[in-house]
Nanobody, 121 residues
Framework: QVQLVESGGGLVQAGGSLRLSCAAS????????MAWFRQAPGKEREFVAR????????YDADSVKGRFTISRDNAKNTVYLQMNDLKPEDTAVYYC??????????????WGQGTQVTVSS
C-alpha cells in the first residue's frame, strides 16, 4: 500500500526555519511528481511547491516569496521542504502529495496525514 509520512513540523518563532520531510513507500518514487500543500483551519488547501521526477520545480510565488525550497532524494524515497524566514501566516498543516508523472490535477493523488507547523510572533 502507498504511504506518505510527513515529519519535521513544530513550533517556531517568526524568522525561524524548519525542514519538512516526506517519506514515501509502496510506489516507484522516481516515477512520481511530488508536492507540498498546506491548510489552516477555516481556509482552503493551498499549493506550496512541486517537484517533477526529473527535478523540475514549481513554487507558488505569492506564498513562498523566495523563502522555501523543495528537493527530493530518489535514493531515499523522500521529498523535502526547507522553510526559512517563517511568518505567522505560514501556520498550517503541511501535506505531502504524490502524482504519477504525466498526470494533471491533485484530487486523485496520494496524500500524507500532514505535519503541523506553528509560527508565533
Amino acid at each position: 500500500q502507498v504511504q506518505l509520512v510527513e515529519s519535521g513540523g513544530g513550533l517556531v518563532q517568526a524568522g525561524g526555519s524548519l525542514r519538512l520531510s516526506c517519506a514515501a513507500s509502496g510506489l516507484t518514487f522516481s516515477r512520481y511528481t511530488m508536492a507540498w500543500f498546506r491548510q489552516a483551519p477555516g481556509k482552503e488547501r493551498e499549493f506550496v511547491a512541486r517537484i517533477s521526477w526529473s527535478g523540475g520545480m514549481t513554487y507558488d510565488a505569492d506564498s513562498v516569496k523566495g523563502r522555501f525550497t523543495i528537493s527530493r532524494d530518489n535514493a531515499k524515497n523522500t521529498v523535502y521542504l526547507q522553510m526559512n524566514d517563517l511568518k505567522p501566516e505560514d501556520t498550517a498543516v503541511y501535506y505531502c502529495a504524490a502524482r504519477l508523472a504525466g498526470r494533471t490535477g491533485w484530487d486523485a493523488a496520494y496524500w500524507g496525514q500532514g505535519t503541523q507547523v506553528t509560527v508565533s510572533s
